[in-house]
């Protein structure tokens, strides 16, 4: 727990997107904790409304953040119940393994519409109610936006995405006063990393290095609630992403290396392995 947050939190207006489950959810009742008024989306409506319930009654929309219209409507309305907004935090998203060559194409549509137009979607509805002062928008991205692992294209491809409408947002927001983050983690205990990476061929592949080591997702939130309360530009987690961003290539060229050797046979066994999305698509199966 970081000391200090809450007066820099508290009366804060947040909107968090994916707040159904995992960072989002945990994420929402801390800045509640801390005195922040919080909007919740997402798309498991009675998952949301249990979380909603745990923020202290906070507002919340059931939203498919890959639709527009949605997602404008969603952020409209909840900002006009939270009497405006501070800090939108994009974090909704998606993963699963595909091979590019041989796997489902559905897969990398469909993660590529959560995690790209899902985050573009929510800062541009939300846009215009945090450039001022104080506001803050914050895109959730990953570690796999600098470092690029076989078998999650799909996903790296993504949050590179995301890192890159951050940067591109931060820019054309300065004038305004407000600021942009984007947020790194690794591997973090949560539902996506245990349904997305937990595959036989990625076990086929097997755990290397710091890049795969699973962290409490504690550390994710302690780490979002400082920088949130501190409108930081780069926030990560667990401690040795920070300072591997700038070295991406090296990382890139040391995994390239040490995959190598059992990226055949995982491979054979990713294009007979049926995988599912994370999170479960409205209408949609994987």
Same mark, same amino acid.
């Given at each position: ?9 508290? &009366? ?5 997107? +994916?707040?159904? #489950? ?8 801390? %800045?509640?904790?801390? +005195?922040?008024?919080? &909007?919740?989306? +997402? ?37 006009? =119940? ?12 998606? *993963? ?24 573009? $979607? ?13 506001? $803050? ?5 990953? %570690? ?10 799909? $996903?790296? *491809? ?18 305004? +006063? ?5 947020? $790194?983690?690794? =591997? ?9 990476? &937990? ?18 997702? =504690? ?11 501190? #409108? ?13 961003? !700038? ?30 999305? @994370? @999170? !479960?698509?409205?209408?949609?199966? *994987?």
């Amino acid at each position: 727990m970081f000391k200090g947050t809450d007066h820099q939190l508290a &009366g804060r207006a947040v909107l968090v997107t +994916g707040a159904a #489950r995992g960072i989002g959810a945990a994420l929402a009742r801390r %800045l509640f904790e801390r +005195g922040a008024r919080v &909007g919740l989306v +997402g798309i498991e409506e009675p998952l949301l409304a249990e979380q909603a319930r745990l923020a202290g009654g906070a507002p919340f929309r059931s939203c498919d953040v890959t639709q527009r219209d949605q997602v404008d409507a969603a952020v409209a309305e909840i900002a006009k =119940e939270l009497g405006g907004l501070d800090v939108v935090v994009a974090n909704a998203g998606v *993963a699963a393994q595909l091979p590019i060559v041989g796997g489902n194409p559905e897969i990398f549509e469909r993660t590529m519409a959560v995690n790209v137009l899902g985050t573009y $979607y929510t800062l541009r509805a939300a846009g215009a109610h945090i450039g001022h002062a104080r506001g $803050y928008a914050l895109s959730v991205s990953s %570690l796999a936006a600098a470092v690029h692992l076989p078998l999650m294209g799909a $996903y790296c *491809a993504s949050k590179a995405a995301v890192e890159a409408l951050g940067n591109s947002l931060r820019i054309e927001l300065q004038h305004t +006063g407000a600021r942009v983050g984007t947020a $790194y983690f690794a =591997e973090i205990d949560t539902d996506m990393t245990e349904r997305g990476f &937990g595959t036989k061929a990625a076990s086929r592949i097997g755990r290397f290095g710091p890049f795969t080591k699973v962290a409490p997702l =504690e550390r994710a939130i302690e780490a979002l609630e400082k920088g949130i309360a501190t #409108r930081a530009r780069t926030i990560a987690a667990p401690g040795f992403v920070l300072p591997l961003l !700038p070295f991406r290539f090296v990382a890139q060229r040391f995994v390239d290396a040490v995959i190598r050797r059992d990226i055949a046979d995982a491979l054979a066994i990713a294009r007979e392995e049926r995988v599912e999305l @994370t @999170t !479960p698509q409205p209408g949609r199966r *994987a």
